[in-house]
């Protein structure tokens, strides 16, 4: 029996959900390296209904099918589809649903994914819509963290942009489950949202002082349309960059969500802090779990 | 023994090969829903040689294949291939013939998909070759007709645009076979051409008198660009726009190759009547009877 | 044992590795063709990543693979990837390789599939890196012309442009091993670089020359960017041209690496002396020989 239908948002998952899914996700390493071969999806389609691109969470999933020995069908480019020639939403969603076992959607509006789940004759997983949810993304966080350091007595800090990252706003109501305590390191103009620290224990600090006190930093963009000007964005940006002298001599472990682009520098990734693409290849056996679990 | 070893045109097949192939679809039912999981094709190849985007064909046929546990090749977008450095048609083909057990080829050119089964070494099947033929469009058509009400003593409605649409031209030629009567539902400009009246019964009438009297209607969508100007566009396709209002209390079967647009209204959708996402279904198993039929 | 973990260069193979890889392609003839079905990578993922399309590459690997049981994963279109993002290649490579078993680069930048190679978790198979190598084009020349005339003795003929082609040139450097007498049918402003001529037998000669006294003509094309008019271009392409005419009356075989616009002319098709489309095919075992050497 599966805990739940369809994966639209975190918020649906109570905390024994969440735990489940990390449990589960463990029995599936070893398959996600390719050590094990486990064909418990043999027969079963996934259908990518990506709206807008995302290729490595499409790659992520089509990983994740195809070691379960599952199969993928991608819609592949939106300009050349129905949706082109003006179908709806609803009408593409109830077609596809009929090409497969499971469908994994990503679309630049808010609200969709759900949306399709309630149109779909087969589970619905969300990839991400719009400014809305990506919860396998906070899953993915999750048994990071869960792995490496573990959920139990949790101080993290988020550092860059903790007023319009989808990722970490997600991370944080999926973190209150856990009771972590939040460090939050970011620019005044990027600061956490208020509604947001309703539940849990935030505290606002310096970039050193997360180096110094966090077991995990957790690093997001600071984008440069966020800013009125390029010189402005440069200096803000710059004085939120980690780099290997920063942490080399402590046992925070960095993460992101990746793809970075200088917000952590290159000398960071030979160090033993460096977890972030580790992160990303958990992103694979978590989809594994995900995907046996709607399906099976 | 195959009884065709590429498919290019309905015309090429037989009444008795049509009823071959739609008593074969029905051996795939469960399959193409997942339900049952007969590997057949395994180690099979599919190449589909999309010169032109049809998502959706492409995406039906990438399903037939995997449910029968056979693999797909896609040619990808046309710009960034050979073709592109003015490689011939012929070429193309046989040098992706060598890369798979059948061809599922969509062309823009009428009598490119007969013009490659002459050059292959494997089955070709026709997915569309401009202005000409779809014929497993137009076995789906049959097949659903068949599933849902029956073939013999049918009386179906063509409705919309009967002088261009492709679609209804092929439907009209197979159905010659079955004897059925059809009645055609169009504007003035857009009414079956005369030398397509041959062979078969066939009667003008107006909607209202076909939502009365015939078991299907089969929309198809009146396009824009047929017409002078949009005014006299908006007048003509509201008239021959399907509402629930209109089908309601009968028992007429609503069929539409789709994409649709707003030729039939959403709220036809929940209504017994509406049978085009089933249909649509349907291209499923009657794509993996003919690729067990060509392959094996 | 695998004789090599990466394939980035011809150069990297001793004559021992090469002769390994042609005699295990023996081995995957039959299953190329379909006709045996081994599984020998099932459960194993492909990752193709294209930086610039080259869909017959790309799709000759995936045959390959799907031959062998095994999956393919890919990139996609570079702009809608994480690499327009501004993402580092190294960032790239190591996060792909963590959804698959091996990597298959292309890439328009040269030295980048011997960077890939240095930060990827899994095998890397160059498929053309700009300028530099495609050494499994090189290696399904060598298998083309050991399978059609034998390696040993080998009188060939290039044609056509031998101071651009990176085919040519790879090709020159792996007849080496096999001390083949090369003759060298070039245009005076295309002719091969001196310092390709240090190891080996070399002789310029006219065309019906290389047709009266070479075992096989390896054709290339001559490009229109290549000369400062167009009229220039087409009197001398014209000159370079293989016709049935020229050939139908002698044992040469010709090959050429694809797509070919109009070098070869149509009518030499037909004729027994063309083995290009052979030639073509033949990538797949020969990529199945590769593909198990590196997974297994």
Sequence with gaps: MSRFRHLISIDDLSKDDIEHILKK??????????????RILEGRILVNLFFEPSTRTRMSFESAMKRLGGEVINLG???????????SLAD???????????????????GSARFASMVSEVPVINAGDGAGQHPTQTLLD?????????????????????????????LIKALTH?????????????????????????????????????DVLYVTRIQKERFPDEDE???????????????????VLIMHPLPRVDEIAYDVDSLPNAIYFRQAFYGVPVRMAILSEVML
């Design 92 to 110: 593409t969603v109830r077609v596809v649903s009929g090409y497969g076992d499971c469908i994994v959607i990503r679309h630049y509006r808010e």
């Design 233 to 251: 964005y440069r200096k803000v940006a710059g004085s939120y960059r980690i780099t290997a002298r920063m942490v080399r001599d402590s046992d």
């Design 77 to 87: 480019s939106v300009e050349a589809s129905s949706v082109a020639k003006g179908e």
């Design 178 to 214: 856990f009771k972590a305590e939040i460090l939050l390191v970011s620019p005044e103009a990027l600061r956490l949202p208020e509604e947001l620290r309703e539940n849990g224990r935030f505290a606002e600090c310096s970039l050193d002082y997360a180096v110094e006190n966090a």
């Design 142 to 170: 999750l048994y990071t963290i869960r792995k490496e350091v573990g959920l139990r007595g949790l101080k993290i800090a988020l550092v860059g942009d903790l007023k319009y990252s989808r990722t970490v706003h997600s």
């Design 25 to 38: 996700t463990d029995d599936f390493l070893e398959a996600a390296m390719g050590r094990e071969r486990p």
